[in-house]
């Protein structure tokens, strides 16, 4: 059985741009977290969507959305892109959300 | 909302010894407590986890304890082995459905041979 796969693994962008992260669950996964991981804050919850809504949202700005599809697939977006938005981001899925969570491999954001 | 401690902040063993990691958590409404383990240019693993009707679980060589009361959960690695090194994390549920994970700041574990 396939794990979690996100793309791309690794990004660099420059200040201002916008980003897309993309995740594809284990099959059968209804429920798509995301995650960012920095050294200073450690791993921060961004949101969660399960059935394609969002149920759940962070303490993060505006600047951070996301959507999942029909398939469950989901994408995360980030505008207007900081240096301090360097970070793993990693995405996690679970059947209904509130059952173990397995994490991707992460993509890798460095803003320059 | 939920607040996760952990400690230690590092953590180093003999090949062979035992190694405990503790958490405490805020919010007594929390009832999900996975542990996670992640190697350099890896995401999180999970490793064992316990819900909040249960005292202890163990799987192998991990175990897990969880104290409601006290609102603290441990993790127990026995006969630690070189590659049990890593970076682990504790973390509670937040939320109506359970959904959201917060997580403790993680300790990292060497294991000398």
């Known amino acids: 059985k396939a794990g979690v796969t996100q793309t791309p693994r690794y990004l660099i962008k420059t200040r201002g741009q916008q980003v897309t992260l993309s995740c594809s669950p284990i099959s059968g996964h209804r429920s798509v977290s995301w995650y960012q991981q920095t050294p200073g804050q450690g791993l921060q919850f961004l949101f969660e969507y399960f059935s394609e809504t969002q149920r759940n949202k962070g303490n993060f700005p505006g600047r951070f959305s996301g959507r999942q599809f029909s398939n469950s697939r989901s994408e995360m977006n980030v505008s207007t892109l900081e240096l301090g938005d360097s970070a793993l981001y990693l995405c996690?899925?679970?059947?209904?959300?509130?059952?173990?969570?397995?994490f991707g491999q992460g993509t890798r954001l460095t803003v320059v | 909302g939920e607040n996760v401690e952990q400690h230690p902040s590092t953590l180093s063993v003999q090949e062979g010894d035992s190694a405990v990691i503790k958490c405490t958590y805020s919010d007594s409404a929390s009832n999900y407590f996975p542990w996670y383990k992640q190697e350099l240019g890896k995401g999180p693993q999970l490793i064992i986890d316990i819900r909040s009707n249960v005292g202890e679980k163990k799987d192998q060589r991990i175990a897990v304890t969880l104290n409601k009361t006290a609102k603290h959960f441990s993790l127990h690695i026995t006969e630690t082995q070189p590659e049990d090194s890593a970076v682990y994390f504790c973390?509670?549920?937040?939320?109506?459905?359970?959904?959201?994970?917060?997580f403790g700041a993680g300790t990292i574990l060497r294991v000398k041979s």
């Open positions: 973390a509670a549920s937040e939320g109506e459905y359970g959904n959201k994970l917060v």
């Open positions: 996690a899925s679970s059947l209904f959300g509130d059952t173990e969570a397995f």
